[in-house]
T-cell receptor
Framework: SQQGEEDPQALSIQEGENATMNCSYKTSINNLQWYRQNSGRGLVHLIL?????REKHSGRLRVTLDTSKKSSSLLITASRAADTASYFCAYILTGGGNKLTFGTGTQLKVEL | GAVVSQHPSWVICKSGTSVKIECRSL??????MFWYRQFPKQSLMLMAT?????????EQGVEKDKFLINHASLTLSTLTVTSAHPEDSSFYICSATMQGKSYGYTFGSGTRLTVV
């Protein structure tokens, strides 16, 4: 399976703390994206990082990509209760057309 | 921004019946639509890719006769679960993208199917 692994599977933090989740994949990719999913809902695109980029920021989000280690991380700073959701990395394999492959996901819970 | 409408948001059906789920791109032409299945607390698993006007491409292990996909127009794709069984109960999500865009994916809000 080409499905990426994410860790941790679940993360519980206090509001105001930072949350870091990691994604590892198995083969060459064109770009890597992070999505958020609230319980029982669809996915919302958060950020995309290309294979020739190492770091990208968007608001409270910071994404890194290390293609040599085939891994990416998503950092959410100053977390809020509203950040409680599942987070998935997703990527297109080189030569994979336009099919997204999703990681296993991290369930984040931010407590007041 | 791009919007994809998925309907219904939830459905309960009896075993043996068929259920149709619609996925519409409201403000763009979706040359490709994808259908995913998601079990509780698990990730999304791609079921099939459909391109407008052509037959869907199914992932390994997905029964094409059970999960009928139609993409008759650039704004509408449908997934029909035929002769549904309790093990088909799941969360089904569609996404759509425009030709040439490898990063512009818009997801529907999902359909919770419960087969009793």
């Amino acid at each position: 399976s080409q499905q990426g692994e994410e860790d941790p599977q679940a993360l519980s933090i206090q509001e105001g703390e930072n949350a870091t989740m990691n994604c590892s994949y198995k083969t060459s990719i064109n770009n890597l994206q992070w999505y958020r999913q609230n319980s029982g809902r669809g996915l919302v695109h958060l950020i995309l990082i290309r294979s020739n980029e190492r770091e990208k920021h968007s608001g409270r989000l910071r994404v890194t990509l290390d293609t040599s280690k085939k891994s990416s991380s998503l950092l959410i700073t100053a977390s809020r209760a509203a950040d409680t959701a599942s987070y998935f990395c997703a990527y297109i394999l080189t030569g994979g057309g336009n099919k997204l492959t999703f990681g296993t996901g991290t369930q984040l819970k931010v407590e007041l | 921004g791009a919007v994809v409408s998925q309907h219904p948001s939830w459905v309960i059906c009896k075993s043996g019946t068929s259920v149709k789920i619609e996925c519409r791109s409201l403000d763009f032409q979706a040359t490709t639509m994808f259908w995913y299945r998601q079990f509780p607390k698990q990730s999304l698993m791609l079921m099939a890719t459909s391109n407008e006007g052509s037959k869907a491409t199914y992932e390994q292990g997905v029964e094409k006769d059970k999960f009928l996909i139609n993409h008759a127009s650039l704004t509408l794709s449908t997934l029909t679960v035929t002769s549904a069984h309790p093990e088909d109960s799941s969360f089904y999500i569609c996404s759509a993208t425009m030709q040439g865009k490898s990063y512009g994916y818009t997801f529907g809000s999902g359909t919770r199917l419960t087969v009793v």
